[in-house]
Each structure stands twice: as C-alpha cells, then as structure tokens.
C-alpha cells in the first residue's frame, strides 16, 4: 500500500531553520508530484510548497518563498521540506502529499492530492 511518514519537527526559536522529510513506500511514484501543506490551530489547512517527478515544475505558497526550499532525494522515495529564517507565523502541523494525477499548481490552486502522511508538528517561538 502506498504510505507516507512525515518527521523532522521540533521546537525551534524565530530565525532559526528546521528540515522536515517525508519517506514514502508501496509504489515507484514515477510522475507523481509530491508537496507539503501545513495547518495551523483554528485556521484550514494551507498549501506550501510542491514539485513535479522531474523537479521541472516547483510552486511555493508566497508566504514562504525565499525561505522554504522543497527537493527530493537522489532515490527519489524522500521528500524535504528545508525551512529557513522561520517565523512565528509558520507554527503548523506540516503534512505531506502525493498525488499521480495532480500537477503542483492544482496543489496551490484546489489543495487536494490523493495520499497523506501523518502531521508532524513545527513549533516556533520568540
């Protein structure tokens, strides 16, 4: 069965970075499009980032870019997510997402995609 696992969240302090990865199983993903959304408490879930299987086709949320980075191992199996000068306002649950029908601008555009992992918590303070 296709599964995602998401890890690489903590506690971290405003200014600082954080890399979160999203290992995925039960396929060979080839052309899937792959991505990161996250939810903060209270408010919907938000769209981040999201690359295509080639890495030709890269969106990111206008809120992150120039911050966030999302790239994929050589394997191609792990997803990243390096999240640089974060800021308050990043405190989320991050999930990733995979979908072989999706491009990464209906990610930004709709929010949808076919497979979840599970959250895995960003916490940011001052």
């Known amino acids: 069965q296709v599964h995602l696992v998401g890890s690489g969240g903590g506690l971290v302090q405003a200014g600082d970075s954080l890399r979160l990865s999203c290992t995925m199983s039960g396929g060979s993903f080839v052309g899937w499009t792959m991505g990161w959304f996250r939810q903060a408490p209270g408010k919907e879930r938000e769209f981040v980032a999201a690359?295509?299987?080639?890495?030709?086709?890269?969106v990111y949320a206008d809120s992150v870019k120039g911050r966030f980075t999302i790239s994929r191992d050589s394997t191609k199996t792990t997803l990243y997510l390096q999240m640089n000068s974060l800021k308050l306002e990043d405190t989320a649950v991050y999930h990733c997402?995979?979908?072989?029908?999706?491009?990464?601008?209906?990610?930004?555009?709709?929010?949808?995609?076919?497979?979840w992992g599970q959250g895995t918590q960003v916490t940011v303070s001052s």
């Open positions: 997402a995979a979908s072989p029908r999706y491009t990464p601008t209906y990610y930004q555009t709709q929010g949808h995609a076919d497979f």
């Open positions: 690359m295509n299987w080639s890495g030709s086709s890269i």
